[in-house]
T-cell receptor, first 113, second 110 residues
Framework: EAQVTQNPRYLITVTGKKLTVTCSQN?????MSWYRQDPGLGLRQIYY???????DKGDVPEGYKVSRKEKRNFPLILESPSPNQTSLYFC????????????FGQGTRLTVV | AQSVSQHNHHVILSEAASLELGCNYS??????LFWYVQYPGQHLQLLLK??????LVKGIKGFEAEFIKSKFSFNLRKPSVQWSDTAEYFC????????FGKGTRLHILP
């Protein structure tokens, strides 16, 4: 079954404690991206990757890092989380940069206290 | 700048009412358009998409959307809504990267 898998689904952490949210897709997609969803703001892209070892900033990259060492995995790293990063995060993948629709993971609800 | 605007932030309808959610985009060239739905507590799922051809696109669960190039619009419609359509709906557009509208919360009264 084609899917995008994020872990964990829920996470509560303290300010400054580094964390990683994993994302994996089994569709051999080149393009992967991370979004955060906040009430009234819709989805905003944090980072995206067009292929292995190719990553670029989205609209709201501050405070986040990503890596793309393998095609299937695209982890999101918060080196020093802050309360304003409390949000709902979605990973998505596409076949290629322009064209097909995005497939989304189940989401990770992060709370930073 | 590329952008997607959704006209209504919150819509409340009774069951069996007709639905139209507005979406306008601002893109310079060829654009692909999408509507996604997010049921409470779930991730985004694709409702329908337009790439080219017939501007009237039919999606899942009885939804359809019409691409009107002259108006830069891609409105979502459903003739008769059900309680189970309660969700948040996102319009999206992409050429280089995908951009989402801010979403419309639809609440259907039983």
């Amino acid at each position: 079954e084609a899917q995008v898998t994020q872990n964990p689904r829920y996470l509560i952490t303290v300010t400054g404690k580094k964390l990683t949210v994993t994302c994996s897709q089994n569709m051999n997609h080149e393009y992967m991206s991370w979004y955060r969803q906040d009430p009234g703001l819709g989805l905003r892209q944090i980072y995206y990757s067009m292929n292995v070892e190719v990553t670029d900033k989205g609209d709201v990259p501050e405070g986040y890092k990503v890596s793309r060492k393998e095609k299937r995995n695209f982890p999101l790293i918060l080196e020093s989380p802050s309360p304003n990063q409390t949000s709902l995060y979605f990973c998505a993948s596409n076949e290629h940069r322009g064209g097909t629709e995005a497939f989304f993971g189940q989401g990770t609800r992060l709370t930073v206290v | 700048a590329q952008s997607v605007s959704q006209h209504n932030h919150h819509v409340i309808l009774s069951e069996a009412a007709s639905l139209e959610l507005g979406c306008n985009y601002s893109y310079g060239g060829t654009v692909n358009l999408f509507w996604y739905v997010q049921y409470p507590g779930q991730h985004l799922q694709l409702l329908l998409k337009y790439f080219s051809g017939d501007p009237l696109v039919k999606g899942i669960k009885g939804f359809e959307a019409e691409f009107i190039k002259s108006k830069f619009s891609f409105n979502l419609r459903k003739p008769s809504v059900q309680w189970s359509d309660t969700a948040e709906y996102f319009c999206a557009a992409r050429d280089d990267k995908i951009i989402f509208g801010k979403g419309t919360r639809l609440h259907i009264l039983p």
